[in-house]
């Protein structure tokens, strides 16, 4: 069985290996420094963990990856591609090599031999690093967002790792009595006491606030202070520049559209345009944001290759094609070319789409929104279309010009085919004549109340 790298299940996995290596992180150096041995319950929830992570290598080693653009389904390669980059890698992060000295009293400077070896465990930040690349590529959460969460989680594993580290520097030094642990009153302290003034000092000193309530003492403190002290102030300006950077680009496609729409306000005014039509230019754009997120679905379009592109718009199409009947009774080849030539099209409330008294160019489809057929000479409304209507035809197949009037009552969205894009289909596929005949012999009602009411639009 291969996995989809792209599938959902490995989109939730990565989730859940991504909170998993920050929990591992967080307990191994946390009871290396505070807790000082391995309780059951700590044991436990580690050796869990590490089965887990057991599971992750088995799901590593059947799932899909990219090359050159293209996607590996083979097992044997994939395999062999994992062994040759992770596996001894994330073995030596996993194996509980802790397991031979667990019931033993063997000590590395002074800590739980047990201990010390699960500081291996801390390797498994690769792991961390590659789910976030594998949640980037499915682009199911938003990139800003993602880089968001990606700089807190680092921050978080940062000030936890130095936060244990500062309490180590007392438990070095035997606890002496000008340690920081001493002074403060803090020997015997519950674990939880400890470390909340460690991460307290932590943060202090890494953000450069520095309150001076806990300070070092001793040579190692000092030292260590120092270190973190360049540390942080070295990473403040990085950190600030971040965040601002990460927060004013969480939505770049809103952040592009606010100052296209600026932008395009200050020429309008420059050029003295009215207030009114100004606003009206600014709802347009809101729509279309509304919508379409502010992307041009043509430029969308622009640089893909033509079956995609045909993919792409029977998606963008799909409730249209189910309404309009020249689609379903086309064969399939004749659909793509149909689909292939069609121009997605917004019209703003008020706008007159067809004009009386010419000769039709275009054929619409209604995807969503209406409008209203005015008959020329009176003014008279005729009938409303809507959602699957089309527009255009009827003047084209008669040869005819149009003696009505179409203007749009609300936002509406169509898709249109030239008449040069229409007479070129009609050339090349002779059974599309047969198809129009038929779709004109199953006119919707409306289009034969326009019919009797001698409006051609």
């Not at 929990?23 to 505070?34: G, H, K, P, T």
């Not at 309530?213 to 520049?241: K, Q, R």
Request: proline content about 3%.
């Amino acid at each position: 069985m291969i996995l989809r790298e792209d599938s959902r299940f490995r989109f939730v996995w990565n989730i859940i290996m991504a909170v998993l290596v920050i929990a591992v992180i967080v307990q191994v150096s946390y009871d290396l420094a505070f807790a000082y041995e391995g309780k059951p319950s700590s044991n436990i929830i580690y050796y869990s963990m590490s089965l887990i992570f057991f599971i992750d290598i088995w799901i590593n080693r059947r799932t899909s990856f990219r090359e050159h653009g293209t996607e590996v389904t083979d097992y044997f390669r994939i395999k062999e591609r994992y062994n040759k980059k992770y596996l001894l890698y994330d073995l030596i992060a996993i194996l509980p090599f802790d397991l031979i000295l667990l019931q033993t009293d063997v000590t590395i400077g002074g800590e739980h031999a047990h201990l010390m070896l699960r500081l291996m465990a801390l390797l498994r930040i690769r792991r961390l690093v590659q789910s976030f690349n594998n949640i980037n590529n499915r682009n199911s959460i938003e990139p800003g967002y993602l880089r968001l969460i990606k700089f807190l989680a680092i921050m978080v594993i940062l000030n936890h790792l130095i936060a244990c580290a500062w309490l180590w520097t007392s438990y070095y030094q035997g606890f002496a009595d000008q340690s920081w642990v001493a002074l403060h009153g803090l020997l015997d302290a519950g674990p939880r006491e400890q470390y909340i003034r460690s991460l307290y000092w932590t943060v202090t000193t890494m953000t450069t606030i520095g309150y001076g309530d806990i300070a070092p003492h001793t040579d190692v403190e000092y030292l260590f202070t120092i270190v973190v002290m360049l540390l942080g102030a070295s990473m403040y300006a990085y950190i600030i520049g971040n965040i601002a950077s990460l927060v004013s680009n969480i939505d770049t496609l809103k952040t592009a559209h606010t100052a296209r729409i600026e932008s395009l306000g200050m020429y309008l005014k420059h050029r003295k345009v009215s207030p009114s039509m100004i606003a009206k230019v600014r709802k347009y754009f809101d729509y279309i944001w509304d919508r379409r997120r502010g992307v041009n679905e043509l430029d969308l379009m622009e640089g893909l290759p033509e079956s995609m592109k045909i993919e792409l718009m029977e998606e963008l199409t799909h409730d249209l094609i189910k309404e309009i009947s020249l689609f379903n009774l086309a064969s399939g080849s004749l659909k793509n070319e149909l689909l292939a030539r069609l121009k997605p099209v917004t019209y703003p409330p008020s706008s007159t789409v067809v004009t009386a008294n010419a000769y039709s160019n275009r054929i619409g489809f209604i995807s969503k929104g209406e409008m209203m057929a005015y008959r020329a000479s009176d003014q008279k409304e005729i009938a409303r279309l809507k959602d699957g209507d089309y527009y255009g035809l009827t003047p084209i197949l008669i040869g005819e010009k149009t003696s009505g009037i179409l203007i749009t009552e609300e936002y509406c969205e169509v898709f249109e085919l030239s008449l040069k894009d229409y007479e070129e289909i009609k050339s090349s596929y002779p059974e599309f004549n047969e198809i129009i005949k038929k779709v004109s012999s199953e006119r919707s009602r409306k289009v034969l109340e326009l019919m009797v009411e001698k409006v051609l639009v």
